[in-house]
T-cell receptor, first 115, second 114 residues
């Protein structure tokens, strides 16, 4: 079974600074997807960024980028120029490219942004 | 488009009562999912459906049943609610193949069982 581990329950960053959230996963599959979801206090799940395992190039979405290390099964999220609106729970998630395609989530990292 | 909607948004039940949570999507998605979220944990898969008329168990299916009679709707039922089912429930949907597995989530239902 696939597992996703987020070892940082809480992180704090100063506004305008950069922060990196860690995620590791375990799978025997070669084709899969990795995601970072943001959950603000409204509890809505918002997709931040995704990475296809077959792509070597790291995904980037504006201020958000990932460091995908397939051999190490590591998938970290970097948030640059942090903003107050970035404060939220962040979940790392994995899904296979076949079958039920359901998401397996990590336990989350709560990010605080200090003004 | 409304996307994924969930009804109700909040509910309080007494132990042993039953209820049905409704999920509806207007994106013509094939795949639909029910997850639960408990404090300190990520979302966990309860049941899922890969098409109209099909359902299957996820990681935590005990105490729940589901039905997908129409493609756009996915119902989650609790026949006899227990305090351990106090949680936030999320429905999600996706196209499935060839779409990066992107799932679209509903706003969640907070359920309390006393």
């Amino acid at each position: 079974a696939q597992t996703v581990t987020q070892s940082q329950p809480e992180m704090s960053v100063q506004e305008a600074e950069t922060v990196t959230l860690s995620c590791t996963y375990d799978t025997s599959e070669s084709d899969y997807y990795l995601f970072w979801y943001k959950q603000p206090p409204s509890r809505q799940m918002i997709l931040v960024i995704r990475q296809e395992a077959y792509k070597q190039q790291n995904a980037t979405e504006n201020r958000f980028s990932v460091n995908f290390q397939k051999a190490a099964k590591s998938f970290s999220l970097k948030i640059s120029d942090s903003q107050l609106g970035d404060a939220a729970m962040y979940f790392c998630a994995y899904s296979m490219d076949t079958g039920r395609r359901a998401l397996t989530f990590g336990s989350g990292t709560r990010l605080q942004v200090q003004p | 488009n409304a996307g994924v909607t969930q009804t109700p948004k909040f509910r309080v039940l007494k132990t042993g009562q039953s209820m049905t949570l409704l999920c509806a999507q207007d994106m013509n998605h094939e795949y639909m999912y029910w997850y639960r979220q408990d404090p300190g944990m990520g979302l966990r898969l309860i049941h899922y459906s890969v098409g109209e008329g099909t359902t299957a168990k996820g990681e935590v299916p005990d105490g729940y049943n589901v039905s997908r009679l129409k493609k756009q709707n996915f119902l989650l039922g609790l026949e006899s609610a227990a305090p351990s089912q106090t949680s936030v429930y999320f429905c999600a949907s996706s196209y499935g193949q060839g779409t990066y597995n992107e799932q679209f989530f509903g706003p969640g239902t907070r359920l309390t069982v006393l």
